[in-house]
């Protein structure tokens, strides 16, 4: 679940946008979770939106070094 950001850079920029998606997918998903009492790993929420930080990072640095 939770992605270095050595593995990312790895990836191609479909691959990153695609799991940029995944990621605020499952995110999505986790809140719903959250509020109707169903999530119990709460950490979870966070951990979410950090991956989804340091993919869009990665990603960015990637569409910077490209251009």
Known sequence: LIM???E???L???ELEQKVLETR???FNAK???ATGQLENTALLGTL???I???ETV???KREATK
Do not use: T
């Open 4 to 6: 270095k950001a050595a």
């Open 8 to 10: 990312l850079r790895d």
């Open 12 to 14: 191609g920029v479909e």
């Open 25 to 27: 997918r499952e995110l």
């Open 32 to 34: 719903v979770k959250h």
């Open 49 to 51: 939106r950090k991956d």
């Open 53 to 55: 930080a340091r993919v």
């Open 59 to 61: 990603l960015a640095g």
